[in-house]
């Protein structure tokens, strides 16, 4: 089997060639599935380091020489009126191929794609100033039009990565029956990222014999909608584009023959966003009608952790040496944190928060605490906690050697990864610690739910595999009850360690085994496992297991009903679905009682009215929930964590604002100030203890 992989970067090979981790990604993918006999080939740009490439490794510069004019349909609300309604960009393209452990790599070179050699990628601040903006596209335009060329009529898999990175891709291969193509979704980039709809109408007609772009309008939102849609702007998980554009996701998932995820939690988060303040919105918007039609080719491709830490190659580190060095006491509970500077992905101002609360209570501790950022941190507060610190935290940003971060993960021994917003889809950095056997603390989102960390270690149902203590994920900036919850389990891992250490060996013993489990030869098999299916011809199904997790009961086929009843009815039960449940099952008082729990603890109160007249005291339950008068807004919700009252603002730029007013808990009852409104609703986002996010909508009075 021929695979092209194709990605905007590809230098994992060299680590003078490397600026994200897709790029090693790739490289150890390739090579791995090289090693099992196929043909493996990457297209990807030179980026203007074909000097560097010649001096270091032996290039061979192909007889390939593509003269064209890019064209580009700018959108004149971004790029205004210095610049013209289409720009034609001349370009020469070149080729030239290194060839590395069985794999052929093949660099594009022109004066587009060899620009910016230090950086690679355009910075966001390009966008709507200067063309280099578009290198990505060019890159994609440039791989299409190499690929045919070069492999011409050869069967092959193209498997291309991130949406943003290959949209016009699927499209264009779509009616070449020589290419099968297959997008990874690599990132948790939001799935309503759009582009300019006119630009990609534009360069498909001139990529010849592409699809184009199915339009799918936005049905206009009611308040609540608006208000839900608004929100998404702190949530990092949705932007509002206008009616013309075209979402990526949605031109990768329609013409690509498969869709690959790095991890199980990764698929199943971007399938649904169940539990998240984007769910109920979601199912709203176009892109969940394609995320439905196209579920049946999304596979779990997967991830890995590096050879030298899967294999326990890791150097040996002398703890007291290692963290006598950073002025740290040995003999202290160690916490290790290695992640590049991001605030709101990586969670590290609770981090630090919870990190400066522990030590100011007295917990007696040592916090590794790695930040990486090129240009240092701005913020001055990271700065002031180690400060107040200084024989309990390290803090660093530099980049370091592998070998330098494997003694950190060596010597400690827990690791803390509290990331945010579900922007993680494998976190390779924990599974290395893990791997070294620091025992995990960090949130519970889908895409890290592989490395087995949950909410009781010790005792729950999960114990005997568990490899650490899970936290509720987050989605709110600057979250306080992230900075309790780490707290909390900072506190209860050093208690464990000083008290139960047999309990700590144990998760200890579980991390490592599940980490080192992540090899990159089981993620190439996972992949070659799901090409071998396409090239054979064999069309993917939508099981009834997959569509009963994401409750899509409405897409079950009619012969599933009578030979899954038990299933279904587990499925509705568990949702609180009283209208599917009685298709399968007679509904009686206490059943119906059961599903309105169900719903209730859920905060799902669509469902909850399903069952709410069964009873009067679910009824009362249901509508006493949100009272307001003399100015003021009660709202009952025993099991919420947090209630927030959001209020529509003047959009800003085209996108829906809000105003989010949190109210204060007394109990499970939640009250605070009434704001002035012309909306007859209140909207009502809830955080549930069980770290479920759910809207609410109250009529006023």
Known sequence: MHIIETYFEC???????????????????????????????????????????????ELETLPYRDQYELPLV?????????????????????????????????????????QLPDSFYPPYHAKGRDLVFFKPLGYQVDSIRFIREQFADERAVVHAHEPYYHYLMPAAFRDDPSKHVVGTVQSNMPITKKVYRPKVERLLEFLGGAAAPVPDPVPPLDPHGSVMSGYQQLTHLHYEYGPDHVGVYDLMAEHADLVDFLSPGHQEFYTDFADTPFEQLFTRLPVYRTVRRNAHKSFVGGCAVGDAWTSGRLPQADRASVLGGLGLDPELPTFFHNARYAVNHKGQLELFRAVDRVLGEGLRANFVLRCISDAGIADPYPHQVAARYPDRIHLEWERVDEKRIAEYAVSADFCLFPSKFEMDTFLIAQGEAMAAGAVPIATAQLGMAHFGHVADPLHGPDADRATGFAVNRSFTEDDPLLVDALAERIRAAARLLREQPEQYRRLSANAVANARGFTWERAADQHLAAFTRLWDGRTPELTVERLLRHGWFDLLPAEAWPGHGEQIAAAAARL???????????????????????????????????????????RARLDGRCRTGDGRVEYRMPQAERVELVTAAPAVGGRGQVAVHRLERVGGVFTGPLPESEDQELHLLLTLGSGRTAWDSVRRG
């Open 576 to 618: 609180g679905d009283a209208e599917v449940y009685r298709r399968c099952r007679d509904l009686d008082a206490d059943t119906a009682r059961t599903l309105f729990e169900a719903a209730w603890a859920r905060a799902d109160f669509a469902r909850c009215e399903q069952t709410a007249d069964t009873a009067p005291d679910l």
């Open 11 to 57: 230098g994992g090979f060299d680590h003078r060639f490397i600026q994200g981790g897709t790029s090693v990604y790739l490289w150890n993918l390739s090579r791995s599935m090289a090693a099992q006999g196929h043909r493996v080939s990457i297209v990807t740009p030179a980026h203007g380091r074909l000097d560097d490439l010649r001096r270091l490794h």
């Open 74 to 114: 700018l959108d004149p609300q971004t790029w205004g009126e210095g610049f013209p309604a289409e720009v034609r960009i001349p370009l020469t393209t070149t080729a030239h191929r290194l060839r590395l452990e069985g794999v052929d790599l093949y660099f594009l070179s022109n004066d587009l794609l060899d």
